[in-house]
Every structure is written in C-alpha cells, then in structure tokens.
C-alpha cells in the first residue's frame, strides 16, 4: 500500500514498470530510472540495479534502494522543500515511487554550472540545507540503528574511491586506507552519501537533493567533502569559469560550517580537508573516474594536486582550495 493509501495507484506503477513500460530516464550508473504515467499523472520510479553501468566490474546491494527511500523519508521531515516525495515502496523488488519533478521547473545544477549559470548563492544553500540535515540526526541512536548501512557504503564509496585508488598508487595505499577506516569507524550523523550536482536539483525554494543510495549513519565530514571535490572538478572542466566554481566552494563550505552545532567545526572541517584530496584521485584513477575529465593533462593535473594534498595533509578546506587555485595557476586566493 502506498503512503497515500492507494493501494490500485501502488499496484498500478508497480505493475507498468515491470513491464518495462515508462520513459527511461538518465540518472546515473547504479538504478534504472523510469517516468512512468497514470490516471494522466506522472511519477518517477526507481529501481536500483545488482551491478553498476561502469567498465570495471562493481557491483552493490540492491537492498540500497530502500536506504534510499528511508533517507528522503527522513530529509524530507526536516526539510521538506529540499527532497522529492516518497509515494510508494516495493522492496522486495527493490523500488520506489516518488513524484516527478520536470525539468523545466527543476534543472540539474550540474547542467547549470556546466553552462555557466554559476550562482554563488545556490551553492550556500547547499551547504546550508546539508547541515540542517546533519545537525536534525546527529547523536541520534535511532537513526544509527535505521542506517546501520556499513554494507551497503563501503563497497559503493570508500572501497571504489579510495581503496581501489590505492592498486593505482602503491606510495599512498596506506594513506588511502586510513582515510577509508577513519571514515566507518566515525559515527555521528545520517550521510547521503552522493551529494554531487548532478543530484542535485534548483527549485524555486532552493536545492533538491536526489540519489541517497549510499544512505548511511557516518561521517557528515564526508558528505562536506564530496560535493566540495566536485566544484573543484569544474575548474578543470570548464577552466573558463573556474574562479566562480571557487566561489561556489566557498560559499557552501561556509554555510554548512555556520550549521555545524553538533561537534566542534575545525575538527570537522579537518576530517572533510583531508579526505577530499583522496576523493580527488578516486575520481581520475579509482573505479569510477569523472566522465568528463579525460585528456591526459587534465587527468595529471588532478593527481598532481591531489597527491601533493594526500601526502603533505591540511587541516582546512581554505588551505585545500588554496593549494588546487596555486597548482592550476587560478587567480583566486580568498576561497
């Protein structure tokens, strides 16, 4: 039975996507992602997949489907403008419905930045509505019971970004490993775990957060530094316009800091600085390299800093910004 008692609506999706009706939608390399309509209403249904759309062989739980719709349940009772609506689960197929929301209406913020639509005040709301999410489940026993997803986030996050990254730089395995340890042994709030602007959404009333399949009670550190480690991945992207994404990254590092109540800010702030640069180099040479980063300068820039970072740590995220801006010979010393 649906959230909304509708039992024939629930049935009804459930029925359409497996027959494999609906419109595919793009969405990533874990799920199949489907606009299926009815009664002339859509809806978007979700589905998530035993082996991951990449080259190398990977392959994670399918039971992440439901840690997905747990967490938007979640955010959603915090920040009900920031997730779409959870409609419908089937989890013992591994699916759920949620409302639609067009595009037209809701661009990707990836799209955006790529384009140079490039608002800085976006980018702190994004850091602004993370920490509300944060600082709601942070200390809370049963969130950690309801996210106890050890299974589920290491094969899907430390293991492809950081581990395997290690194969490809034997000198900094040990340090990668720490990075992947330190990251599951700390146990402190819900995590999405994939907060990147491609799941992102820009509404009317601010970002709408998309994809928490990676869903885990963790390291909040982590959720600061992957989305942080994606505005510096545009500046090799589109270099034109790198100043502004180093604006951006400012901008939401300071107002999810200003959130963070829960623990002290520089030892968060610490734990985020030093696994970014290991994020870094997972996004060139682990097992899910950053699709649009593929000319072999562009790749040797990334690791470059990256390894300079992992190998010499610093404790802030300004010193961390600072060091790509001096590395990639960006004008910008304030972020």
Known sequence: MSELGEPDFARGVADLTAAGAGQ?????????????ELDGVRYCVKQALPRLKVQAEWRAPVERNHSEAE????????????VPRVLYEDRSAGLFVMEYLPPASYPIWKEQLR????????????????ARIHAATAGRADMARRFATDHIFYPIRPEPYLIATGAAHPDLASRLRDLSDATMRTRIALVHGDISPKNI??????????D???????DPAFDLAFVLNHLLLKCVWRPQWSVRYLECYAALRDAYLEGVDWESRAGLEMRAAHLLPGLLLGRVDGRSPVEYITGDA???QVRHVARVLLLKPVD????????????????????
């Open 24 to 36: 595919p939608l793009p969405g990533g390399v874990s799920s199949d992602i489907r606009l299926v």
């Open 71 to 82: 967490w938007l349940r979640v955010a959603g009772d915090i920040v009900p403008e920031a």
């Open 115 to 130: 384009d140079g639509l490039i608002v800085v005040a976006a980018a702190a709301m994004v850091g602004r509505q993370l």
């Open 201 to 210: 959404l820009m509404g009317e009333r601010g970002p709408v957060f998309l």
């Open 212 to 218: 928490a399949e990676c869903a885990w009670y963790g």
């Open 298 to 300: 562009d790749r040797e």
């Open 316 to 335: 802030t995220l300004r010193a961390v910004s600072t060091t790509w801006a001096g590395r990639a010979g960006i004008g910008f010393d304030s972020a």
